[in-house]
């Protein structure tokens, strides 16, 4: 069974920092995986913010480059995202997903809450 568990969202002031977490199990070989973060915000489409893929590389949505990095673990079977100088338009659900290289299923997290007041 696949789980990913993501952590370390919360409320941060305009300008701040927060780094999130997702930890993975029940995947076949997690360095096969693509693992990306997505968020949502209230009435909202949920959108790619960004990916590190298995061959990899990684990739950033062009609202958050600069300011937010995504890096693994294969050995930990972790994803990070590291967001710096927040703004409140970052606020939304951070949801961890992975997705097999050769295509398939989407796993999703539950979702991190991450509120960035003004």
């Known amino acids: 069974q696949v789980r990913l568990v993501e952590s370390g969202g919360g409320l941060v002031q305009s300008g701040g920092s927060l780094r999130l977490s997702c930890a993975a199990s029940?995947?076949?070989?997690?360095?096969?995986?693509?693992m990306s973060w997505y968020r949502q915000a209230p009435g909202k489409e949920r959108d790619l913010v960004a990916t590190?893929?298995?061959?990899?590389?990684?990739n950033s949505a062009d609202s958050v480059k600069g300011r937010f990095s995504i890096s693994r673990d294969n050995a930990k079977n972790t994803v990070d995202l590291q967001m710096t100088s927040l703004k409140p338009e970052d606020s939304a659900v951070y949801y961890c997903?992975?997705?097999?290289?050769?295509?398939?299923?989407?796993?999703w997290g539950q979702g991190t809450q991450v509120t960035v007041s003004s």
């Open positions: 997903a992975a997705r097999a290289r050769w295509g398939g299923s989407t796993y």
């Open positions: 029940g995947l076949t070989f997690f360095s096969n995986y693509d």
């Open positions: 590190s893929s298995a061959r990899g590389t990684s």
